[in-house]
């Protein structure tokens, strides 16, 4: 039966590269890759990079546009599931068009798979219409959150404490997390973390973690807030596109 590895590359550091990953790129005959977008060409070489050093010979590599989401739209659920639903169109198509019947495919992506990312469910609803058969696992990878704890030399949680991920959505709608005393935030596209109350709240931000561009900014957020979105928005225009992840910790109050 054909087979899929899902193969979590690391958060942007080409030695994010797990043994087990590895691994699985020298059992790959055939690289499936979903392109973002072309401003980020550099992620796309660095990807191409990874294949080149880590692939068996005689490898193929096929590369699409992945579908792009309608971000303009309020209806934020229905966007989300039209975009799911054209990418498991695309996917599936990749599937059986590149990845012969007992041939093994790879779908490579960022940080871990399993955070963040809807390529499990994507394949779990191609296999659910049932037109296509494959078998798939899935390699875990180096997350940015913890590349972002790594870089700061702290920990996600306190003692015995639990940490929160959440979105900038949902930090921009709900303010510091209720309940929660430690927050992940990511996917934020409008730097949330300036719109809530600072007081008593210390940041550990880290852009393009693990990358040449990396920045890591720590301190109260009643003090780097500015700084941070000033950062943000310089490197956001010189590169067109920014992916960054902070801790929130509140430390009183
Ligand atoms: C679709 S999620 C994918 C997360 C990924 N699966 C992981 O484990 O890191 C994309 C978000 O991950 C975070 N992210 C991914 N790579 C990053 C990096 N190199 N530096 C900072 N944040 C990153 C950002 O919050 C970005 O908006």
Redesign the pocket.
Known sequence: MRHINVIGIG??DPDHLTLQAVKAFARTEVFLLLDKNEQRQELVELRLRMIEEHARPGHRVVQIPDAERDRTTPAYREAVDDWRRRRSELVESLITEHVGPDGTGALL?????C???SITAVLDEILAQGRTEFSYDVVP?V???SVLAARHRTTLNRVGRPVRITTGRRLAAEGFPPGAEDAVV???GRGAFAGIDPEGVHIHY??????PDEILVSGPLADKAEEIARLRQEARDAKGWI???YLLRRTEG
């Open positions: 958060a942007g992506v960022w940080g871990d798979p955070l963040y990312d990878g997350s940015s959150v990511m996917l934020d880290g852009a393009y973690l693990g990358t992916m960054d992840t």
